[in-house]
């Protein structure tokens, strides 16, 4: 032994305390199965030492330690005057500090209090871990943040550098350390210096592989650094449980402790991203972000931030954009839209960009044949389910025979595979798929899903509720059944009882009661091969008690009915259009139809529009889902436009969009009409009018009194002046027209009269309006009183001061 080194107090203090000794502190609470082997690897021995000594997570809890730090400083100078050494190592191990004040003028540290007393082994020891600083025990309870503690971790693991990502045939099996923040590997344990050095806090992204990943040196479970300098280190571990540790310990060096939350879960990628969501989408913010499966956690980092979540399978819209970073540089963004908000995302570079980008896209897509790895809509149904039942509703509520004739077997194994590979994306489209088509696929998916809607476990329940002959008692034990199914299975199963209930309300057009819609499911909805009785009886129960099994309420019943009016009202128009071609209108499962609106110049989106929705709520609805901000005053309104782009007219703010789209089918070419949502200039001009009698606006319009089945407009000449509406037959002659003197009020079909007003007009949906200024004036006198009036009367239309011509809103 060196004798500089090993002096006789130091000699006598190892023997003194003992390796025995030593582990009834250290390894107190050690369990059998967990003690180091004579056969461990190098690895297994680093492990077990950084937990023992680093982690302490067998050591032996001291009392003091759980008290204030004056304790512990009391209790470490009495120690030290006595000859038990092995105290005051429990003490110091513990927490206590070598270097305290004691308060003693004459002794002011212990270890002069140990030479007063003349302990010469207490003296060695104090003196050997004067610069050691041991946490307190209760620092690393499972309540305190670990990030608040220096982190050390040493072993093997395999490294892999470079500008971009390397194969893993090229990583190097090295001794590893994270010590002080920094991440170094060394050629082997005993190298002295590190080939590289990592500053853990430069990491921006973390991507963990759950997998083993084949080496050159065989498999390992990677992890994947990704740092602000465009560059990406992987470091592979030989067990899931040695890259479990080092993954814990990586993010506590670039994680704060305000959300390490995130940590404590299943890690699959985490990091920081900009992002910005909700309210506030004019400001990027520094988020936090973390993948678990199909669910994206995320949280601000700040005081008051709490973690939010998106489930990523019921994404109602996933996009990668560009935008423009501070108005200078173009960047790549992802939108997600999930249950109504809205979060962008953009990384810190190119490389962890894409990353997320790839990450976020696999698990919001489809990921097997179970129920639960279908991409979902927001109320947890698989969106090829609600694709299919809306494009039946629309295109077959009517059609007779619906579900019993089979399609094309090819053409339903293309979409099936369409709808696997992004559902979200898969468009059906009346004039590219066949309504057979869409019956056989729904079919098939529930018949080729991992398990039965109805699950094969409670098979034997669901027939042995027949045994009850009071329907009454049959439905109670079905609920039950229902209760007892997964989250998504309910769902789903909500839907397509709900489309075969509705399908079934129609069966004098369709000619589909419940007994054959269940004799159709029946081998679906079971996965069972052929039809048995026991099963048509079950399913023809569920179809004809869907309301009392799924609780529907009067309201929703009655909306229902309505829903189905309005789609029978459609394909009845549409048959009684010779000749005419119809642009294919989107029916939800609830029988919205789904509009394509476009917002400004930007591309159409389609929006669900109830019967009872109203043109301002769809305004509202269009703009908050294309993030657009909007104040009361700004007057966004939505437009209704005709004649192959050539008119158009604001919808009052109470009129009914439904009601109006169906009036479409008996223009001469139906597809052309549309809907626009734009600021109504004109309309903030008349509102900033202190006195409305005293605007006066007069030009040249277009005008149709609607007698003419093809619209035909005069030229007129058109004064707006106190309330009331002049026409002209021409402005150098100021001659009046003669027509009947009407009171006009908002949407009072009582009163047998509807102005609709035309003002705008967008061609060809080019990137600029047009202002031709055409007025359609469609007057439908039913019981409404005429008034006839003379010259020089002027004839007018009325406009009172509390009410508005219908499109215009109230002055």
């Not at 004798?3 to 000794?21: C, D, H, Q, R, T």
């Not at 608040?148 to 490294?159: E, P, Q, R």
Request: with cysteine; charged share 25%; hydrophobic share 40%.
């Amino acid at each position: 032994m060196d004798s500089s080194i090993w002096s006789n107090e130091l000699v006598e203090l190892f023997l003194e305390v003992g390796n025995k000794n030593a582990n009834s502190f250290w390894a107190a609470n050690l369990p059998l199965e967990e003690e180091v082997h004579s056969g461990a690897s190098v690895e297994q021995r680093a492990t077990f030492i950084r937990r023992k000594y680093r982690e302490r997570n067998a050591g032996k809890l001291l009392l003091c330690s759980l008290m204030p730090s004056s304790v512990c400083v009391q209790a470490l100078c009495a120690a030290v005057v006595l000859p038990e050494v092995l105290q005051t190592m429990a003490l110091v191990f513990s927490g206590a500090d070598v270097m305290c004040a004691t308060g003693d003028p004459a002794s002011s540290t212990p270890y002069l209090l140990a030479q007063r007393a003349g302990q010469r082994l207490q003296m060695e020891f104090l003196h050997q871990n004067k610069l050691s600083d041991f946490p307190r025990l209760e620092q690393w309870s499972e309540s305190t943040s670990l990030s608040d503690v220096s982190i050390f971790m040493d072993g093997f693991l395999y490294i892999s550098t470079g500008p971009a990502k390397t194969t893993p045939d090229h990583m190097a099996h090295r001794w590893c350390t994270l010590e002080g923040g920094f991440l170094s590997y060394y050629e082997n344990e005993r190298s002295p210096s590190a080939i590289g050095r990592v500053d853990v806090s430069e990491v921006v992204s973390l991507a963990v592989s759950n997998t083993e990943t084949m080496t050159g040196a065989g498999a390992v479970f990677t992890v994947e650094l990704y740092l602000h300098t465009e560059r990406v280190l992987i470091v592979g571990a030989e067990t899931q449980e040695t890259q479990h540790d080092w993954i814990q310990a990586l993010t506590k060096g670039f994680v704060p402790s305000k959300v390490e939350g995130l940590v404590q879960r299943d890690v699959e990628l985490i990091g920081r991203l900009h992002y910005k969501e909700g309210h506030d989408l004019y400001h990027w913010r520094v988020g936090w972000f973390m993948l678990e499966c199909s669910v994206l956690h995320f949280s601000s980092g700040e005081e008051d931030g709490e973690e939010e979540v998106l489930q990523l399978k019921q994404l109602q819209e996933l996009s990668k954009q560009t935008a423009l970073l501070f108005g200078e540089d173009k960047i790549q963004v992802l939108l997600m839209v999930e249950g109504g908000r809205t979060v962008y995302i953009h990384g810190f570079t190119k490389m962890d960009f894409a990353l997320w980008l790839s990450a976020i896209t696999l698990a919001a897509g489809t990921d097997g044949n179970a129920l639960s790895d279908q991409q979902l809509t927001k109320n947890g149904a698989p969106i090829i389910v609600d694709s299919c039942i809306a494009f039946v509703t629309q295109y077959g509520l009517c059609q007779e025979g619906v579900y019993q004739r089979p399609g094309d077997p090819g053409r339903v194994a293309l979409l099936l595979e369409e709808f696997t590979r992004d559902a979200r994306n898969v468009k059906l489209r009346e004039k590219e798929h066949q309504l057979e088509d869409v019956t056989d696929t729904l079919k098939s998916f529930l018949s080729q899903a991992e398990d039965a809607l109805l699950t094969k476990e409670l098979y034997p329940y669901w027939v042995s509720a027949l045994d009850e002959d009071n329907e009454r008692q049959r439905v109670k034990k079905y609920s039950t059944f229902i209760e007892s199914l997964p989250k998504i299975n309910r769902s789903t199963l909500d839907a397509v009882l709900q489309h075969l209930y509705r399908i079934q309300q129609c069966s004098n057009l369709n000619h589909m009661p419940s007994v054959k819609l269940a004799s159709v499911f029946s081998s679906c909805l079971f996965q069972t091969r052929g039809q048995t009785p026991q099963e048509i009886r079950v399913v023809h129960d569920l179809i004809s008690n869907y309301i009392t099994l799924f609780s529907v309420n009067e309201s929703r019943v009655q909306q229902m009915e309505r829903e189905n009016s309005f789609i029978t009202r459609w394909n009845e128009k549409k048959d009684t259009t010779v000749g005419r071609a119809t642009e294919p209108k989107w029916i939800s499962p609830m029988g919205a139809l789904f509009v394509c609106v476009y917002v400004c110049i930007d591309l159409p989106a389609c929006f669900r529009v109830s019967p009872s929705m109203r043109s301002t709520e769809l305004a509202e609805t269009a703009l908050r889902m294309r993030n657009v901000a909007f104040r009361a005053d700004d007057f966004w309104t939505t437009f209704e436009v005709i004649e192959n782009g050539e008119l158009e007219r604001p919808l009052h703010h109470n009129e009914k969009v439904l009601e109006q789209v169906l009036e479409w089918s008996a223009l001469d070419c139906p597809r052309s009409a549309f809907l626009i949502i734009k600021k109504f200039t004109w309309a903030k001009t008349v509102s900033v009018e202190k006195d409305q009698r005293q605007l006066v606006k007069g030009d040249h319009l277009k005008f149709s009194d609607g007698s003419s089945k093809r619209h035909k407009f005069q030229d007129k000449y058109v004064v707006l002046r106190a309330g009331k509406l002049l026409l002209y037959r021409d402005i150098k002659v100021r001659r009046l027209l003669l027509f009947s003197f009407i009171y006009c009020h908002i949407n009072c079909n009582h009163h047998g009269v509807s102005v609709h007003a035309f003002t705008g007009v967008k061609k060809r949906l080019s990137n600029s309006f047009r202002k031709l200024k055409y007025v359609r004036m469609a007057r439908r006198l039913h019981n409404c009183n005429r008034m006839d009036r003379a010259p020089p009367e002027p004839p007018l239309l009325h406009l009172p001061g509390n009410t508005s011509v219908s499109g215009f809103p109230r002055l």
